[in-house]
């Protein structure tokens, strides 16, 4: 059985930075796609980064572009999301969640707290 845990959030200020991990265990993360997702205080959860498993290619929505970056280590069986230049509205809880013949396998959040 697989699971999968997010980890790595905490308190930056704006500008700074943080690597968020999602760790897979019970299976081999490169075998998924891996999607991060987050969800602000009050507001619909949002689908920001994810990463192919059968090209590598990668995806980011536009309010994340150039400054969040994502990517795999499979000997470590995680996928990580690199934030920069961290802002304010970057603030919210983080998920990943993998994807394989159509099936979500979600983890659990981490939160990330941007104070400006």
């Known amino acids: 059985r697989s699971s999968w845990q997010a980890s790595g959030g905490g308190l930056v200020q704006a500008g700074g930075s943080l690597r968020l991990s999602c760790a897979a265990s019970?299976?081999?993360?490169?075998?998924?796609?891996i999607a991060w997702v987050r969800q602000a205080p009050g507001k619909a959860r949002e689908e920001i980064s994810c990463i192919s498993n059968s090209d590598g290619s990668t995806r980011y929505v536009d309010s994340v572009e150039g400054r969040f970056t994502i990517s795999r280590d499979n000997v470590a069986n995680t996928v990580y999301l690199r934030m920069n230049n961290l802002k304010f509205e970057d603030t919210a809880v983080y998920y990943c969640y993998a994807i394989q013949n159509g099936i979500a396998y979600w983890g659990k959040g981490t939160l990330v707290t941007v104070s400006s």
């Open positions: 019970g299976v081999s993360s490169d075998d998924y796609t």
